[in-house]
């Protein structure tokens, strides 16, 4: 791992990342594990049921979506184990992207993540938050905008400080929603499993035997993976896990075992208590599930959970999102400050404040634009997409160049499980494309959101070079 040399100028600050000072091994199986669960299983299992129910049209082929999405990201999951035990290092995919095409391509990567893709993200599942809190405990005379965004800021501000307190507070805190939110999906499916049959009984009579087209059950799959989107963060903990060798893969391949598991599970659940024709229809399966268990009760129980859910996903993402930063900081003089890495905490202290500022100003804008800022993170996926193609296409490219390099992991079936992810990233890519070309956000097509922001990067890309080196 790079580091910067303690100058004269500033040796109280750098001291902190000398060289025998940085990410330390002090997490176990249970910490990768409750982050890989808590970042993964978002809002997205309370919406997208419905949708895949709707675009497959019978409970096999639904199930079957799910089942497909959870083998899909086992294989992704398995090309980063390798990538990660030989290239352990806070930065994840920065650093795999860094050693594969150069400083350009892992920079423009570093900009949209840290400008768009974890701090948006992070400022979104705030307002989730805010939204289902906002309903729980009214902030009375308060538009529900404000009431919100209120709670999101609190929210945000609260788990950075608990994660900046040390590595210790913030996995445990992971550690303890996860569980939460894990208990509140099985709530979920014993409230299915509680429902006098006749619900069940009808969905399941109502079933479509038909295949869906090629096309639908695309589509269903665009919204599965995304549901199950959030695994390869495990890679910016990479170089803090006790025995890496072996608990990355462990914690990768369990977490995807379970979340498949809950998935299915929880999708059961609703086919069970709504049939499949109700939930390709339902708006908010979720509540409507759990107002037909428990009556109006349901919809507050339901309320809960996603609020729990949405906080286990800001805890997650505050966590590793700040690692890449640091990495940043590590790479260029010019961004040295990114670099503090707190020894006796265990945090990227300055990295994990400028995340926090940026997340509170997006939370800004999110109240002064309404559904803009969403719409503008979610446009942004192909800019995602293009480097998650770019991460699985480096492991072809470290093996050929890097062949001494220790591995030890090595992805099974090599290279057809590793082809197989890239052309999974390459279909994602194109139909995020297709999704964003056709929409569009102030009368300007939405596709040049993401060209927008890789634009601004490669601007900040070029000011960091001549601060970097003044000279030229």
Known sequence: MGHLPQTSAKPARLTLVSAAVGPQPVLGLRAALALIVGIVIGAGIFKAPAMVAGMTGSAAWMFGAWIFGGVMSLIGALCYAELATAYAHAGGDYHFLRRAYGR????????????????GSIALLGFVFGDY?????PLGGLAPGVSAALYASAAILVLTWIN????????????????????????????????????????????????????????????????????????????ELKDRRHTMVKALVWSILIITLLYLMVTWAYWHGLGIAAMATSEAIAADMMRSAFGQ?????????????????????????????????????ALQRLALWDAHRGTPATAMRVQCVVALLLVLL?????????????????VFWLFFLLSGLSLFILRIREPATERPFEVPFFPLLPLLFCLMCAYMLWASLSYVYSQSLGGWNAAWIGVAVLAAGLVLLLLVRLRSNPEK
Not at 106 to 119: E, K, V
Not at 133 to 137: A, E
Not at 202 to 210: K, L, N, S, T
């Open 104 to 119: 350009t391509v892992s920079f423009l990567f570093a900009w949209a993540r840290f400008s768009i893709i974890t701090t």
């Open 133 to 137: 809190m906002s309903l729980l405990l």
């Open 164 to 239: 900046l307190y040390s590595i210790n507070a913030g996995t445990a805190t992971q550690s303890w929603l996860t569980a939460l939110e894990v208990g509140g999906l099985l709530l979920i499916v014993a409230a299915a499993i509680a429902m006098k049959g006749a619900a069940g009984g009808a969905g399941a009579a109502q079933d479509v035997a038909a295949a869906p087209t090629l096309a639908s059950f695309g589509m269903a799959m665009v919204f599965v993976l995304l549901t199950y989107g959030g695994w390869n963060e495990a890679a910016y903990i990479s170089a």
């Open 297 to 333: 009760g349901g919809g507050t129980v339901i309320s809960v959970i996603v609020a729990l859910t949405a906080l286990t996903s800001i805890n997650a993402t505050i966590m590793v999102g700040a690692r890449t930063s640091y990495a940043v900081g590590c790479d260029w003089p």
């Open 366 to 382: 999110g109240t002064l634009t309404g559904g803009g800022f969403k719409a503008m993170v979610e446009f942004t996926a192909p």
